[in-house]
T-cell receptor
Framework: AQSVTQPDIHITVSEGASLELRCNYS??????LFWYVQSPGQGLQLLLK??????LVQGIKGFEAEFKRSQSSFNLRKPSVHWSDAAEYFC??????????FGSGTKLNVKP | DVKVTQSSRYLVKRTGEKVFLECVQD?????MFWYRQDPGLGLRLIYF???????EKGDIPEGYSVSREKKERFSLILESASTNQTSMYLC????????????FGSGTRLTVV
């Protein structure tokens, strides 16, 4: 069965520090890959996506993610975190556009 | 601005009540989804629909049903609400071309007392 793992439930970083959120998936084929962000009490907003081509993808709000086929990973990064980045982040994987699988989420706390 | 609109942000219902959660999208998307979100469990798919009058069970359909009579509207029905259905419910839609992945609504936080 397909699965998406986000091993870090909570992460705390200082404002201005770099950030990396991990995402691993299990499946044989290369999937479509997404990162979403959820602010408290809100729905999910798409940060970035990977379908094919260049394995380093740029998203909104200064985020980027790198697809590594050999590691079945799609880690999210940001060079300098802002206090407004505090939110919950979800990785999602799909093999068509009809159904995605989500990780359990990583809550990011940003220290002043 | 494209939208997925969920009719209620907060709902409080009594055990045993029949509950309707409504979702409307204005993007002419073929696919619509209902998820529930619980702390530590992420998003779990309840039901989805590829087309009008079509529905498919997701991972946790028990205690729920859905209705899609029009392309833009996808309703989640709790036939007899129970306290373990207290949760955040998220509706999403996507197109078959999938260019932007899912578009989510803002969610409905349902409390069953």
């Amino acid at each position: 069965a397909q699965s998406v793992t986000q091993p870090d439930i909570h992460i705390t970083v200082s404002e201005g520090a770099s950030l990396e959120l991990r995402c691993n998936y299990s499946y044989g084929a290369t999937p479509y890959l997404f990162w979403y962000v959820q602010s408290p009490g809100q729905g999910l907003q798409l940060l970035l996506k990977y379908f094919s081509g260049d394995t380093l993808v740029q998203g909104i709000k200064g985020f980027e993610a790198e697809f590594k086929r050999s590691q079945s990973s799609f880690n999210l990064r940001k060079p300098s975190v802002h206090w407004s980045d505090a939110a919950e982040y979800f990785c999602a994987v799909g093999y068509n556009f009809n159904k995605f699988y989500f990780g359990s989420g990583t809550k990011l706390n940003v220290k002043p | 601005d494209v939208k997925v609109t969920q009719s209620s942000r907060y709902l409080v219902k009594r055990t045993g009540e029949k509950v309707f959660l409504e979702c409307v999208q204005d993007m002419d998307h073929e696919n619509m989804f209902w998820y529930r979100q619980d702390p530590g469990l992420g998003l779990r798919l309840i039901y989805f629909s590829y087309d009008v009058k079509m529905k498919e069970k997701g991972d946790i359909p028990e205690g729920y049903s859905v209705s899609r009579e029009k392309k833009e509207r996808f309703s989640l029905i709790l036939e007899s609400a129970s306290t373990n259905q207290t949760s955040m419910y998220l509706c999403a839609s996507s197109s078959d071309t999938g260019g932007i992945g899912y578009t989510f609504g803002s969610g409905t936080r349902l409390t069953v007392v």
